[in-house]
């Protein structure tokens, strides 16, 4: 095997602050240590790894083409149910699924510039 974890995903956002906003909100991220890049932008963390590295798009650039492959990021959900109202409370859209060959309950979800999150939690979580 040449690879044995992912270390992280880097998006180009249009809004850095309201990106960061619903990756703590939504998915229960926080902000953590970033070294010193130029750019503008937040590293965050799930327990000790930064996962999700936020960079700020330029206002007159377009978003990302050549990277236009990728469909959704997913993530293992903690709690179905307080997850579900988290998402109601905040006026967030999301739909719900279950996996028919082993009853994950998903919740599929926007940020802020339209990357379709999924969130997978385990069967004996109602």
Do not use: C
């Not at 974890?5 to 703590?24: G, P, W």
């Not at 083409?65 to 998402?87: M, P, Q, V, Y």
Request: proline letters at 7%; charged letters at 25%.
């Amino acid at each position: 095997m040449v690879v044995d974890a992912l270390q992280h995903i880097n998006l180009r956002t249009a809004d850095v602050e309201r990106s960061k906003d619903f990756y703590i909100t939504v998915l229960g991220l926080r902000v953590g240590p970033r070294p010193p890049i130029a750019s503008v932008g937040y590293w965050l963390y799930l327990g000790e790894h930064p996962v999700v590295h936020l960079v700020l798009r330029a206002p007159d650039a377009p978003p990302p083409t050549e990277t236009g492959a990728i469909d959704h990021i997913a993530f293992h959900g903690i709690d179905f149910a307080s997850t579900r109202t988290r998402l109601r409370e905040a006026g967030i859209a999301f739909r719900e699924a279950v996996v028919s060959r082993d009853g994950t309950r998903q919740l599929f979800v926007r940020d802020p510039d339209g990357v379709k999150i999924e969130l997978n939690f385990d069967s004996r979580q109602a």
